[in-house]
């Protein structure tokens, strides 16, 4: 297999940052020193003033979702190259299954899928929904397999939410299988019950849209789920955190000293609701909705003061025309956003740029942290002698204005078209192959691998 010297970068880790040479062989990263002779035939990647990070690991993305009677713009294919242009490595996708299928079934459905079309190494969260009995026997077959993590919707969005008794059997099943469970923390009655007043009202502009979820509902659910999650002898994961609320009771519980990890999303940091009163607002819907500045500010706090965990994105795109058809009538509308590519050079523009936040923090929160979470470090996240040579070489003067027409999703817009960013990944390399070099795509379709993770690391140190 063909070697990879990179020479002349700063090498960055969540510990630090360290000028060094690494040498790619089979794979894997074969050695990191001060220097290091390139070998006969091997490819020199000369990185002077860039930064050679770990790929970062997306845990949050939706490629191939069916859902609102249609589907997410991208398979596993135009999401993984979308990814890839954008650093990352590694991607957790959701196995929801049909009424008919077991989780396990699903899994290895959307294994099958992304085995054949996916240019980068990917896994899975196994979706919980219609709690009985039999789940808990399939939890145990899920846990077998090597898939760690259990989503579960506390709101009943598209018919796969679970009740409290569901979500208390599935924690104390968690721990048994030595799994995580994550949570879409909204209290899904409250929800229902301003949707159907605001539809009664008709008041079902877009604009609206915040009115059916507000801030609080999501307070409840976190301190709801963390009760829960307690009780249980569990820890918890809080799915794409949207507002100060939310943040400001889990920075309390997390000091009384739950086991919580914590996710938000760069649309939660940087969009607010005022997108939804533009003309073309119902594309910025999404679940939960984006909210205020101060929203965006405590979360930005939040990460200041280490009380988020990780970045994922949500990506979850569909296309202007979806969502332009059910434009006036937010209850209609697809939810979500694509943003899986720009999530790097975003965070790293606003966070890193603007706000003066330590690069050895971003690759924490959008690395190492996801991959000790989820099961994959240090194989992932590490930037280690041995390690899967999954490395981003970003450049941080490389100045790029977003447009749609240059990213690789299938989805034809961006909620952050013309946003101006300062840094941009030079190239991606996956397991030792480069898959993006300076704005060209050359990854391989099916190159990607389906990996089995171990339990989450609150059980590792019990």
């Keep these: 297999m063909d070697k990879i010297v990179i020479k002349g970068s700063r090498r960055v880790t969540g510990n630090g940052i360290k000028e060094a040479d690494l040498l790619i062989k089979d794979e894997k990263i074969e050695r990191i020193a001060p220097s290091v002779k390139t070998p006969p035939g091997a490819r020199e990647i000369k990185a002077d003033g860039l930064y050679t990070m770990p790929g970062i690991i997306d845990p949050h993305v939706h490629f191939e979702l069916p859902a609102y009677n249609s589907s997410s713009e991208d398979d596993f294919y135009t999401g993984s190259r979308s990814a890839a242009a954008g650093g990352v490595t590694t991607f957790l996708d959701f196995a929801i299954p049909s009424e008919d299928q077991t989780m396990l079934e699903r899994i290895k459905e959307k294994s099958e899928s992304a085995a054949g079309k996916s240019i980068i190494d990917f896994s899975f969260h196994a979706q919980l929904t219609n709690f009985n009995d039999n789940k808990l026997k399939e939890m145990e077959e899920v846990a077998g397999y090597g898939i760690k993590s259990f989503k579960i919707f506390m709101p009943a969005t598209e018919g796969w939410g679970v009740d409290d008794a569901g979500i208390y059997r599935a924690l104390e099943k968690s721990t048994e299988l030595e799994s995580l469970v994550l949570v879409h923390a909204e209290n899904g009655e409250l929800a ?67 086991i919580i990890y914590v996710e938000t999303c760069p649309q939660y940091l940087i969009l607010t609701d005022e997108l939804l009163k533009k003309r073309n607002g119902y594309l ?155 704005g060209e795509f050359r990854g391989k379709k099916g190159r990607g691998k389906f990996l089995k993770r171990k339990p989450s690391p609150f059980y590792s140190s019990q």
């Design 192 to 258: 229902d019950f301003f949707t159907e007043s605001l539809k009664k009202s008709g008041r079902v502009s877009v604009k609206d849209y915040p009115s059916s979820r507000p801030a609080f509902i999501e307070k409840e659910a976190v301190l709801r789920a963390t009760l829960l999650a307690s009780e249980a002898g569990a820890p918890i994961y809080i799915c794409h955190l949207s507002s100060a609320k939310g943040m400001k009771e889990l920075r309390r519980l997390k000091k009384e000293g739950n």
């Design 284 to 438: 910025y819907a999404c679940c939960p909705p984006v909210r205020k500045d101060a929203d965006n500010y405590e979360l930005w706090r939040g990460i200041f003061e280490n009380d988020i965990d990780t970045i994922g994105t949500d990506h979850c795109p569909f296309s202007k025309a979806k969502k332009s058809a059910q434009a006036n009538d937010f209850t209609k509308i697809p939810m979500g956003l694509p943003g899986v590519e720009n999530s790097l050079p975003v965070f790293y523009s606003e966070g890193v740029v603007k706000r003066d936040i330590e690069i050895t923090k971003l690759v924490n929160l959008m690395s190492t942290n996801p991959a000790r979470i989820h099961g994959l470090y240090p194989q992932k996240g590490s930037l280690k002698e041995g390690t899967d040579a999954d490395i981003v070489i970003f450049n941080p003067r490389k100045k790029v204005k977003i447009k749609t027409r240059k990213l690789h999703s299938k989805c034809d817009w961006s909620p952050y078209e013309n946003f101006k960013t300062k840094g941009s990944p030079e190239y991606t390399i996956s397991r030792g192959a480069v898959v993006y070099e300076k």
